[in-house]
């Protein structure tokens, strides 16, 4: 199977791409009719719709009895052990406003387990892929979390809570403490880019709340198979459906979950 993997891995990163070109083409095409507010500071348009349509097309093509996950809801498929779980375009207040950091995040799952993940960074032509047991890779080459040893030495990406503000004091008591004791913290505005750039060592760690599960499937499995640390924020296992991830190189991961679980009391 793992060769299987990592050959339906190489045909999802041409879906990737291809639905990435047409989010590149209608990009300078995009105007303020076309913004369509789903709720609190959640917004879609035709672009995110259409490409979500152009790759859930393609993938029933490569696994036609696999279920999907996707953000869109173009789609309604329960499937059997294999799930396609999909996030046409992560980054759509970026996207709007014409600020060049998104993304096309596709992962496949097999029973509870994430065999592939692949993210598209759109702009920077970016592919970043990862098969379950088969390393992780970007643009063909292979991919290793940071070796940065301490927090202090590190620079970590974050999500600013937008919608959910429910743990918003806690989010920032640890927002302090990490100014504090960091190189930065960076926020990008796309889970699966920073969970990428985590796993090939831009970034030394990430941490959200509020995310779903087409935010972080894909970018989680690549962080893993780069050697990285992947949880929830009490350090168990439930972050693709849990709502909040922490990912970090393996060295700083102690450190950082540790603050991350006695402030938010888990
Ligand atoms: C969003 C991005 C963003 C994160 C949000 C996500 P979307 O996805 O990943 O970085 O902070 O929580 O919802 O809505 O642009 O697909
Ligand atoms: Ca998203
Ligand atoms: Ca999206």
Redesign the pocket.
């Known amino acids: 199977m793992k060769t299987e993997y990592r050959q339906i891995c190489q045909v999802v990163c041409d879906i990737a791409r291809d639905a990435g070109a047409y989010i590149r083409e209608e990009l300078p095409l995009l105007s303020a009719s076309d913004i369509e507010r789903k709720s609190l500071n959640?917004y879609v348009t035709h672009v995110d719709t259409t490409a979500e349509k152009r790759i859930v097309k393609a993938l029933e093509e490569i696994l036609p009895e696999a279920g999907f996950i996707v953000?869109e809801e173009s789609i309604d498929k329960k499937g059997y052990d294999h799930k396609w779980i999909v996030?046409p375009?992560?980054?759509?207040?970026n996207f709007i406003h014409g600020v060049p950091c998104f993304s096309v995040s596709i992962a496949l799952m097999h029973r509870d387990e994430m065999v592939i993940g692949v993210v598209y960074e759109v702009m920077q032509d970016e592919c970043f892929y990862a098969w379950k047991g088969g390393g992780a890779y970007l643009n063909d080459n292979p991919i290793r979390v940071s070796e940065t040893t301490s927090l202090k030495e590190s620079l970590l990406a974050t999500?600013f809570p937008?919608h959910d503000y429910s743990q918003l004091n806690e989010y920032m008591e640890l927002f302090t403490w990490c100014l504090r004791n960091s190189h930065g913290v960076r926020r990008f505005?796309?889970?699966?880019v920073?969970l990428a750039y985590v796993a090939c060592g831009r970034f030394d760690g990430f941490f959200?709340y509020?995310?779903?599960p087409w935010?972080v499937a894909a970018g989680s499995l690549i962080v893993k198979e780069a050697g990285g640390a992947v949880s929830d924020f009490s350090k168990k296992d439930n972050f693709v459906f849990g709502k909040e991830i922490l990912a970090v190189n393996s060295a700083v991961y102690q450190e950082l979950s540790k603050k991350i679980k006695s402030v938010f009391k888990k």
Not at 89 to 93: E, F, I, P, Q, R
Not at 189 to 192: D, N, Q, R
């Open positions: 959640s953000e996030d375009l992560d980054g759509t207040t999500g937008y505005g796309s889970a699966a920073d959200e509020g995310l779903n935010d």
